[in-house]
């Protein structure tokens, strides 16, 4: 079984609508991050979490939220979806030993119509 | 704050031939660098790190990477590509240090393998 796993894989939605996307874990580590990719713009930062009291934002995290609903579980929300949100959307986990090597999931792409 | 460049965001080689990506970085402190592979449709595999300890690092599927501080260089190599090298890779950075929290990734070069 994956080690990280990304519900759902694919989704299409419209403008406006408000949609979630899940991650669990199964590695153990307190760390869990949320990041979007673009073509030719690499991976970057939404939100990450330290553990389940602690939320912080990344680089670019207007239009989005977090929820981080158990040490396994970390949750980002799309409170008002627009097209320019469309992209594959990854989860990823480390815990602070072996200089913060990140565990990535499968990765959901999102297409806002 | 750090940063990573990645010269060349498509290379393509033949199989066989050596394959070179280069990487090139920015950090104030001692950095851990990382390589990643992005295969299509998957999320991202570590390839090889960098942790302050040797500085010629071997990885997963014969690639390895030498740390030139000099340099500000990280460069994944592989002497022979096969096919299925074809993939994106990512070069990442983060600071050495309490709170090295953060990886900052390159833009990503496409490697393509022409047999």
């Known amino acids: 079984d994956a080690d990280v796993t990304q519900t759902p894989r694919n989704r299409i939605t419209k403008t406006g609508k408000r949609i979630m996307l899940e991650c669990s874990q199964t590695?153990?580590?307190?760390?869990m991050y949320w990041y979007r990719q673009d073509p030719g713009l690499g991976l970057q930062l939404i939100y990450y979490s330290f553990d389940v009291k602690d939320i912080n934002k990344g680089e670019i995290s207007d239009g989005y939220s977090v929820s981080r609903q158990a040490q396994a579980k970390f949750s980002l929300s799309l409170e008002s979806a627009i097209p320019n949100q469309t992209a594959l959307y990854f989860c990823a986990t480390s815990d602070f030993a072996g200089g913060n090597e990140q565990f990535f999931g499968p990765g959901t792409r999102l297409t806002v119509l | 704050a750090q940063s990573v460049t990645q010269l060349g965001s498509h290379v393509s080689v033949s199989e066989g031939a050596l394959v070179l990506l280069r990487c090139n970085y920015s950090s104030s402190v001692p950095p851990y660098l990382f390589w990643y592979v992005q295969y299509p449709n998957q999320g991202l595999q570590l390839l090889l790190k960098y942790t302050s300890a040797a500085t010629l690092v071997k990885g997963i599927n014969g690639f390895e990477a030498e740390f030139k501080k000099s340099e500000t260089s990280f460069h994944l190599t592989k002497p022979s590509a096969h096919m299925s090298d074809a993939a994106e890779y990512f070069c990442?950075?983060?600071?050495?240090?309490?709170?090295?929290?953060?990886?900052?990734f390159g833009k990503g070069t496409l490697l393509t393998v022409n047999p």
């Open positions: 590695k153990g580590h307190d760390r």
């Open positions: 990442a950075v983060t600071i050495s240090g309490g709170s090295n929290y953060k990886l900052t």
